[in-house]
């Protein structure tokens, strides 16, 4: 098992490295402050600042961007819209990477590499015809247009993907749906135009092959966002995350995603590798929140002490190192494994890692905020949005309980445990 990374991995981590340092964090305080401004009143907040586009133009002429491309993808995609290099990385060697962009809430925007899209994409290259790959996959790889991932229900326990009730159902040579979805992700932002949707497509299937995911542009009829939800506070602009009605919304047959009832097969393929993408950026905010909690607590004093040296604070700064590098090495031997066997070798360290990087990521912001005292609350440092951002995706991918659920099943069954 070998967790080092390939010399093309460890170059374009480097570049990646450097790019953050000497392009994004040196606007991404005023970027904020803009946001934080126009959500004031000054001005729209869910218009995106003209930075990023900028950005993304240095990030896409430095080749440093798809970064999440794939290995196995080293066709045409990869060469017109893929990172330095022209072929997919291994979820090993994408694993640092997405470690660093975890440091940024710019860096995966600017590198074309933020979700859903980038599930979405995976999504539309494993599993999408030519036609659907031409008309979404191609503009979502240029960044031309955004997407969202509806999936999560208000009426049901969404934890289990097969409770889902929107109607998807074949009607001749089109798809109707009918229904309500929330904290569709994406949903806020204005270059949002396609919708991944899980729909009831056959209630009398067996219960994983009931749903259908079908491809539902935007502006088609009967679509409407009905709301846009905060997550503590939250708007996430210019992204956001919404509530969608369905109201007898009508796409073609073409539309469908693999086939009538592979929703669930799909969703299992698109979230393996995406939770590794989520659990390394939390690995790269965890870094940046203990960075931002040692250099508070160096340059602040009370009752005469620096407040590192006041109430167990290194302790607490050596369990935090601790408990980020035992996750980090969690995390990669879960991309070792997808890597080395797929999603089916990797069930239960998957499951792992969904329980223990949020929790990790959200006990070391804690301590990050404790030590900033009434700032760490504020907009003033990054520390409140990386806590609910942590705290957000102990629910994203999947509850706690869900995962350790799976990892209990798992390992009971080498005794003969029945599920």
């Known amino acids: 098992m070998d967790f080092a990374p390939s010399p ?38 869910w218009e995106p600042l003209p930075v990023i586009e900028e950005l993304r133009g240095k990030a896409r002429a430095q080749g440093l961007w798809n970064l999440f ?8 995609y990869a060469e017109k819209y893929g990172t330095h290099g022209g072929t997919g990385l291994t979820n090993t060697d994408y694993a640092p990477i997405a470690e660093l962009t975890g440091r940024s809430f710019l860096a995966p925007h600017v590198f074309n590499c933020n979700a859903p899209d980038t599930g979405n994409m995976e999504v539309l290259l494993k599993y999408g015809t030519q036609e659907q790959r031409d008309r979404w996959l191609e503009p979502l790889l240029d960044a031309r247009i955004r997407s969202a991932f509806c ?10 993907a097969t409770n889902m009730e929107l109607r998807a ?31 009831l497509s056959d209630p009398d299937a067996d219960r994983h092959h009931r749903h259908t995911m079908v491809l539902v542009p935007r502006d088609t009829p009967g679509v409407k966002v009905e709301r846009l939800l905060p997550t503590l506070g939250f708007f996430d602009e210019p992204h956001g995350h919404g509530e969608v009605s369905f109201t007898d919304v009508r796409v073609p047959v073409e539309n469908i995603i693999s086939g009538p009832g592979e929703a669930f097969s799909i969703a299992q393929g698109r979230l393996g590798p995406g939770r590794v993408h989520h659990c390394m950026r939390l690995i790269g905010l965890a870094e940046k929140a203990l960075e931002l909690a040692c250099r508070r607590g160096l340059d602040r004093v009370a009752f005469g002490k620096p407040i590192i040296n006041l109430g167990g604070n290194r302790e607490r700064v050596a369990d ?3 408990a980020i590098d035992s996750t980090r090495l969690l995390v990669l031997n879960a991309a070792w494994k997808l890597d080395n066997g797929g999603p089916l070798n990797a069930l239960s360290e998957v499951s792992q890692i969904k329980v223990a990087a949020p929790n990790m990521a959200q006990q070391v912001v804690d ?5 900033h005292g009434g700032g760490g609350l ?6 409140a949005g990386f806590f609910m951002s942590a705290r957000a995706l102990r629910l994203a991918d999947g509850p706690d309980e869900v995962h350790r659920g799976m990892v209990a099943r798992l390992e009971l069954g080498k005794y003969g445990a029945k599920r």
Not at 152 to 160: K, L
Not at 172 to 198: A, L, Q, Y
Not at 378 to 383: A, E, Q, R
């Open 320 to 322: 935090a190192r601790i």
């Open 8 to 45: 093309r991995a460890a170059d374009l981590i480097e570049r990646v490295r450097a790019f953050i340092e000497t392009e994004i964090e040196p606007v991404e305080e005023s970027y904020h402050r803009e946001v934080a401004a126009r959500r004031a009143g000054a001005g729209d907040p």
């Open 367 to 371: 301590f990050a905020i404790q030590l």
């Open 169 to 199: 159902v074949v009607e001749g040579d089109e798809v109707v749906i009918n229904g309500r979805k929330w904290w569709s992700t994406g949903v806020g932002h204005p270059d949002c135009e396609i919708f991944v949707v899980m729909g």
């Open 378 to 383: 504020s907009d003033d440092f990054p520390l």
């Open 69 to 76: 491309l794939p290995a196995g993808h080293e066709g045409p």
């Open 151 to 160: 999936m999560t229900e208000p009426d049901v326990a969404s934890s289990d």
